[in-house]
């Protein structure tokens, strides 16, 4: 399949940070807020999924939410997921099925980490999904402009200015 019919198949629209998303499932219990750490807002579901397609042409910019990430990826080239702890350590890992060349099917992406997507093959996609836990809120969603981010971490300026929009 191609990532247009993906696209069409699933229902997908795009995404503030890129690409292209559908929720797939939001549990019906709720967390109340005084239940959950000071950063959240409000209540949160116990978990929600998503579908997520990126493309070759379109990378998942720089963000964070409150919550872990895990990623499985389902179909299509291998993604590489950059991050930035809230220290400053950068690092990577690819997202795939070929795991005789160290991808991996599954990755969590800790809570409070700054986090990008982009996809290793030219003119392909990534068909991917994520599920976060307490449920995702677009209130713990944070899409910083690149100044800022870049003021935050100079030494990772170039990485930054690639895979941020503005």
Known sequence: MTAKQL???FDLTEHPEGG??????????IIENN???????GNRNFST????????EKFSAFHKINQDEIWHFYKGS????????PEGDYSFVLI?????ANEIPQFVVPAGYWFAAEVTENNSYSFTGCTVAPGFDFNDFVLPKREELIELFPKHKDIITRLTHH
């Open 49 to 56: 999924s998503i579908y997520f397609l990126l493309t070759s």
């Open 78 to 85: 291998c993604l590489k997921l950059h991050m930035i702890s």
């Open 20 to 29: 292209y998303f559908r929720e797939t499932y939001r549990s019906e219990g």
């Open 96 to 100: 795939g099925n070929n795991l005789e």
């Open 35 to 41: 239940n959950l750490p000071d950063e959240f807002n």
């Open 7 to 9: 696209i069409t198949k």
